[in-house]
């Protein structure tokens, strides 16, 4: 009387979606394949739920927005939902030029999002902030910044700090905790 394999078709396919869509691109200078963050994501998001839709979102959430793939695809291989879920985390659909109206569009929208939206960009924003905790202890403040096509880092200490409040009605997760005391420790808060 073992447990139950449990039924990950679902997600599996969403994987090698992602796996396929992402193939030959790199993380921005990593050297590294690309899909490593979707995965990192969608594990994230396995700390949070176990809803497979929700996973899947998670792998598949930046597929519209670098790849050629478009919203209408996901929704046929994978539903509403998930399409649903992987729209609300793009910014593809911002007609704005300026960066940082668009990543203010951005912030207003997640602010009012539902739960579930929240939790995949939990995933995707606590995978980048990560790398970005890992790369600025090895590189330094000096330098670091310059990579990004912002350089200030305090513009990029408003945006965190914003996620971090857009995301709070995650506080109870183990997820936002981590991303919070990230933001934190690069952007102190006499940054603000």
């Known amino acids: 009387m073992g447990n139950r394999p449990l039924d ?33 994501a969608m594990a994230i998001v396995a700390t949070m739920t176990a809803d497979q839709e929700i996973l899947a979102a998670a792998v598949l959430h930046d597929v519209v927005e670098d790849t050629d793939i478009t919203i209408d695809e996901i929704r046929t291989e994978f539903g509403d939902r998930v399409a649903r879920l992987v729209d609300s985390e793009s910014d593809r659909k911002l007609e704005l030029v300026d960066w940082r109206a668009r990543k203010e569009e951005s912030l207003k929208r997640l602010s009012f999002a539902s739960r579930e939206e929240k939790i995949v960009a939990l995933g995707d924003k606590l ?65 603000l």
């Open 8 to 40: 990950t078709q679902f997600l599996d396919r969403a994987i090698e979606y992602a796996v396929h869509a992402h193939a030959g691109t790199e993380r921005r200078g990593k050297g590294f394949p690309y899909v490593i963050h979707p995965l990192e």
């Open 127 to 191: 995978s980048n902030m990560r790398a970005i905790a890992r790369d600025y202890t090895t590189r330094g403040d000096d330098s670091f910044w310059e990579l990004f096509h912002i350089k200030e880092k305090s513009v990029h200490s408003w945006r965190y700090h914003a996620l971090v409040d857009a995301l709070s009605s995650l506080a109870d997760t183990y997820a936002y905790q981590e991303f919070r005391y990230l933001v934190n420790s690069i952007f102190p808060e006499e940054m």
